[in-house]
Nanobody
């Protein structure tokens, strides 16, 4: 079994920072793309940022310049550094990964989510 466990969410004032972590555990051969998604109340889940296995990032326009995604392949962990937080960033943040337990056989895994609340 493979699991993703997120941590780092919480309550922060507007303009503050949080760092989210997501660690994959289990019988893992390799991990391809990893990413962060979020879902605010009454809205659809949306992409926040993704990162390839070699570290190439992609960001939603709404977070460019404020958020940074990174990963540590040796630890099977992806991070999301969130700076200059705004109330509209309030959402449940979900970690996602394409995981292979044997070579080139990938499947998608989601974490349970961590709540980020930004007060004005």
């Amino acid at each position: 079994q493979v699991q993703l466990v997120e941590s780092g969410g919480g309550l922060v004032q507007a303009g503050g920072s949080l760092r989210l972590s997501c660690a994959a555990s289990g019988s893992i051969f390799s991990i391809n793309d990893m990413g962060w998604y979020r879902q605010a109340p009454g809205k659809q889940r949306e992409l926040v940022a993704t990162i390839t296995s070699v570290g190439s990032p992609n960001y939603a326009d709404s977070v460019k310049g404020r958020f940074t995604i990174s990963r540590d392949n040796a630890k099977n962990t992806v991070y999301l550094q969130m700076n200059s937080l705004k109330p509209e960033d309030t959402a449940v943040y979900y970690c996602n990964a394409a995981v292979a337990i044997v070579a080139f056989r990938y499947f998608e895994v989601w974490g349970q989510g961590t709540l980020v609340t930004v007060s004005s």
